[in-house]
């Protein structure tokens, strides 16, 4: 969120209608003779009535201190100021921050009470009482905990859960805990910067499309390379815009006029992991050990290609 939503949204933290009070108010008037006067002096009462007191009153005054300089003193808003430069505030961490919350590309898992978001910059872990926030850049991850469970209510399988520790090297940044699905965890590899140490030997069930996406990818990088032309300038992926397309599609698995694979005269528009997902997509998902052997049609020209015929350029 942005500063002004911030702040919107603590002004708007304001005690609910005293209902406490109300009844206690109520039940005295409703009241006659001796039960309003035990109403007034029992020692319950009192207690109850001065805690109904005491509750809106110390959240108005917890309220009032963090709309101070400006919401400056809300939790949030000290978290946010460890990472803003000298000349900025908090606001403007809090401004990048939207922005790049507002990217569709953003990675987002677990549940809206224990929420992971990641982003180009930002690791966040957002609870229902707290925002935890660390910078891509300044922390070290660490795989710590696995957890098993033997039927998940979704998808009536069984599912295993990841718990991952973020440590940042600003001391001023606590560390927190990340908790994701493990079948997640290939797509949170590829929104960070940084590696996650496995400590302590996790062993990770991921789904069949993110282990085949790795034994894709190791395939590609035994394959011949395509020497770019000096005057050629690659554009970003048509699949995903976040990098630039480094693959082009050459039938070299056999000579010209022979096999099924035919040759793509498409220039450079797809990343090596945008294109191994389009291989797996096109496959027979009840037949995984045929997926390598399989050919596919380009995504753009629809020449039918194999795993070998993919270039990587250089």
């Given at each position: 969120m942005n500063s002004s939503h911030l702040s919107w949204c603590l002004s708007n933290i304001s005690p609910q209608p005293m209902l406490p009070e109300s009844y206690y108010a109520g039940m005295c008037v409703a009241s006659s003779g001796?039960?309003?006067f035990y109403f007034l002096v029992s020692k319950g009462w009192l207690i109850y009535l001065v805690t109904a007191v005491l509750i809106p009153a110390v959240a108005s005054l917890v309220v009032l201190y963090w709309s101070l300089n400006k919401w400056g003193k809300h939790p949030i808003a000290r978290s946010l100021v460890h990472y803003a430069l000298p000349q900025s505030g908090w606001r403007a961490v809090a401004s990048s921050v939207n922005t790049e919350f507002r990217r569709i590309d953003k990675f987002a898992?677990?549940?809206?009470g224990a929420r992971v978001i990641?982003?180009?910059t930002w690791v966040m872990k957002v609870t229902t009482y707290n925002v935890h926030i660390a910078q891509q850049q300044d922390i070290h991850l660490t795989l710590t905990e696995s957890r098993q469970h033997e039927l998940c209510p979704d998808l009536n399988t069984p599912v295993q859960f990841l718990t991952i520790r973020v440590s940042s090297i600003n001391p001023n940044v606590k560390p927190f805990d990340i908790r994701l699905n493990s079948t997640?965890?290939?797509?949170?590899?590829?929104?960070?910067?940084?590696t996650v140490r496995n400590a302590h030997n996790v062993v990770i069930h991921q789904s069949?499309?993110?282990m085949f996406l790795d034994t894709f990818k190791i395939q590609v990088e035994l394959n011949q390379r395509y020497h770019l032309s000096g005057n050629q300038e690659l554009e970003p992926c048509i699949g995903c815009m976040q990098i630039a397309a480094n693959i082009k599609l050459i039938k070299v698995c056999r000579e010209p006029n022979e096999g099924e694979?035919?040759?793509?005269?498409?220039?450079?528009?797809?990343?090596?992991?945008?294109?191994g997902k389009w291989f797996a997509s096109r496959q027979d998902q009840q037949h995984p050990e045929t997926w390598l052997s399989?050919?596919?049609?380009?995504?753009?020209?629809?020449?039918k290609f194999c795993i070998l015929d993919i270039c990587i350029v250089c």
């Open positions: 001796e039960k309003q898992s677990g549940a809206p990641v982003t180009d997640e965890y290939g797509e949170l590899r590829e929104k960070l910067h940084t069949l499309s993110d694979c035919q040759q793509c005269y498409c220039r450079p528009m797809w990343c090596l992991t945008c294109m399989n050919r596919v049609p380009c995504p753009t020209c629809r020449s």
